[in-house]
Every structure is written in structure tokens, then in C-alpha cells.
């Protein structure tokens, strides 16, 4: 019942194009999606930029298919190998090939995209509302569950908010119906373990200050 934003940005940690996916969705199989969906206006008369001059990415990205894929494109990258790869390099031996470039000074500029993140999920638009066509997936897959399977799922916000959350009253009414009957709810109050111990550092912080 999670989702996942596979995002490019530019070097300024600026959104260029966006996937959203389910939450199991592997990031490497929506790379030419996000890729391919980039398109940067130019100042003047001209078809937008569709290829960047370098590619940064982490180790989820390191796969054959991405860099020929790249490669085919002119479009040079700096993606770490995993390490499982390295292995079955070095095991073939010469048959492995060499190991493909990386260049450690680039590849410090990738904590643009964590930081173009970070300011996205301040937008609560973003981190905690859905399109209806995401809150129409939800239900289609609650549905499809009903009756037929267990559910296991947990929820910081009340059944009340659940319509302006997924941004659709109806949908949402139509989910709790399905999730609510024979359910267990179990409400777990108290302090969050997260903030006590944030609280816990902030007073030390304080004390040594």
C-alpha cells in the first residue's frame, strides 16, 4: 500500500521528470521511463533537450541493459557497480571484461537528487495526498483483495481523513467499507518511539550547549 517516486533532477537538484510507481517496483525498471520523459525547454526557437550530458546514478542503476542503453545514446554516466557484480567479474577472469569507468569526484555530486527529494516531501501535495488515479489503484487492489486474502495495514492518519488524503470522498468510503469489515483494528497510542528519542537528543544537545 506504498508508493514510489523515480525522479531525475538537473545538477541544481531541480525535478526534470518523475515516475510514480508501487513501492515494490524495482527503480532500474523505470530508469528509460524517467529518462524518457525528460524534456527541457530551450530559451530560444528549437525541440526541447531530451539527452543530458551525464548520467549520475546509484547502485539499484547498475545493470548491462542501462549502459548500453546510455551508451547507445552518447550519453556518458557515473554508476557504482554492485558488488555482487564485481564478483562475478573477477571470477570469470579475463572473459569478465574490465570493470566499467566510475569517477569518484562526479559521482559526489549525486546528493543533488537526495536534496531535490527532501524539498519535495516538504510539499504535502506530494508527500501525502494521491491523484485519483493512484487512489482508484488503491482500491482496485483492495477489491481485489476483499474476501480473498489477509490485508495487513497501518496508517498514522484517522479513517475520517482517509477522503482528503486520497483527494476522493467516494473512493475512499468505498476502500473503508472493504478494509473495515471483518477487520482487527488495533489503535496503538502513546508517544512515538521516533520523537521520544529526538526529543531525548535535542536535551542533550542542549545541555552541552
Known sequence: MTSKIHLACDGLG??????????NTNDCTQFTAVMEAIRVPRLGPGRPRVRPDHVLGDKGYSSKAIRAWLRRRGIG???PERADQARNRYRR??????????????YKRRNVVERCFNRLKQWRGLATRYERAEANLVFQVISKRYEKGSIILTSNTTFSEWGQVLGDEVLATAILDRLLHHC????INGPSYRLKNRLKAIARETEVA
Open 184 to 187: 482487527e483494528v488495533i489503535a
Open 77 to 79: 554516466h557515473t554508476i
Open 93 to 106: 577472469g579475463r572473459r569478465g571484461g574490465r570493470p566499467p569507468a566510475f569517477y569518484k569526484q562526479v
Open 14 to 23: 531541480r525535478p526534470l521528470a518523475l515516475v510514480v510507481t508501487g513501492g
